[in-house]
């Protein structure tokens, strides 16, 4: 039994592309009804992180990943995998030796091949892709690669190496590089000339995962456009893997709303409705569109970036009731 009365999300993008939901052990309590009408695939906001799934070399705690890969089964979702490879949420263990140096390049390399294997080997039923290395790129300057004990210790090789784990662990799952500011075309450019250098290494890289918190005024549509175009010129599919559309400019620091104003709700609407027109012209591209979350009574936008502030990003209110936003897509759509 459910009270839904609006077009499932799912259902009005089915000829496009999948609508996916990130989700964790309160939201797929506290959410689940919403998630299994509107969405057909699931990603564990943190439980498949390293540290979650690896806190110590000799200790795998997969009680909750295995909570959220049931719940896809039970309601019959696509499951995403997030993330192997990142700079944060992961063990400092991993970077040293048991006497305390330094690892070396070898020793980590060996670590992620067991890690990967274990891990990747473990969801197989369960996982159709995996976000294999997330934000590797440097966000500003010259350098191609952000500063990381990744890079510090194995050198460019990691990524790759990542890659070809995974591919061995699991041959039919769809491998993702994974970020964020991914329109901005400094950034973008970048992720460009990495992807590019993979795939002339014949790397086993599937796809590119545009995370996608955006806000009411960034990045312009324009952007996100040429963005796609350059991606999809390499061949590679499209995911959006961590949608979310705030209501504040990045260097906003208002605290002082305790609930969306109409006129912000209003601009909210129009942005989804562009946005999702232009994602439907790349329907042959992008294979999935995944929201950090599903409804605005869990976004980890409350209190990040700044603290003392809620967020209202999402296409579903606090009492997971359809917003303007989701009329304007549902309407043009269904
Ligand atoms: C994503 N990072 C991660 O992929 C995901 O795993 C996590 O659950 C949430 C978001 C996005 C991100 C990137 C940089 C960043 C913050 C979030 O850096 C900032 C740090 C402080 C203030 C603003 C940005």
């Known amino acids: 039994m459910n009270s839904f009365t609006e077009p499932a999300l799912k259902a009005v993008f089915a000829e496009d592309f999948k609508i ?3 989700v964790n052990p309160r939201t797929i309590i506290t959410q689940e ?5 509107h969405f057909n695939s699931i990603t564990a906001e943190n439980e498949m992180k390293f540290e979650s799934l690896h806190p110590e070399e000799d200790v795998y705690r997969f009680g909750q990943a295995d909570e959220l890969a049931a ?15 990142w700079h944060n949420q992961t063990g400092s263990w991993l970077f040293e ?36 290395v997330n934000e590797a790129i440097a966000d500003e300057g010259s350098e191609l690669l952000r500063p990381s004990k990744w890079l510090e210790t194995a050198g460019p090789d990691f990524i ?20 964020y500011n991914e329109s901005n075309p400094h950034k973008r450019d970048k992720i460009y000339t990495l992807l590019k250098s993979l795939l002339d290494q014949g790397v086993p890289v599937h796809g590119v995962g545009l995370q996608a918190h955006w806000n009411l005024y960034d990045p312009a549509l324009d952007d996100v456009r040429a963005a796609i175009e350059k991606y999809a010129s ?9 949608l979310d559309m705030s209501l504040f400019r990045f260097d906003d620091r208002r605290t002082d709303l305790k609930s969306p104003p109409a006129d912000l709700l209003e601009l909210q609407a129009e942005r989804y409705e562009v946005l999702f027109r232009l994602l ?21 936008l409350d209190d990040f970036p700044v603290r003392g502030r809620k967020n209202w990003p999402f296409l579903f209110d606090e009492q997971h009731a359809p917003k303007p936003a989701f009329a304007r897509l549902a309407g043009r759509n269904g």
């Open 280 to 300: 439907k012209e790349y329907r042959e591209v992008i294979s999935s569109v995944t929201f950090w979350g599903a409804a605005d009574d869990y976004t980890w």
């Open 234 to 242: 390499l061949g590679l599919q499209l995911q959006l893997t961590e």
């Open 20 to 22: 996916g939901a990130a």
């Open 97 to 132: 030796e048991k006497s305390g140096r330094p690892a070396g390049k070898e020793l980590l390399l060996a670590r992620l091949k067991s890690h990967i294997d274990t891990v990747v080997g473990r969801y197989k039923e369960d996982i159709y892709a995996w976000d294999v």
């Open 71 to 85: 719940f896809a089964r039970k309601h019959s979702l696509a499951m995403r995998g997030h993330t192997l490879v």
């Open 33 to 37: 009804s919403l998630l299994a009408y």
């Open 160 to 179: 790759a190496k990542a890659f070809e784990f995974a591919h061995e662990a699991d041959p039919n799952a769809l491998l993702f590089y994974n970020d």
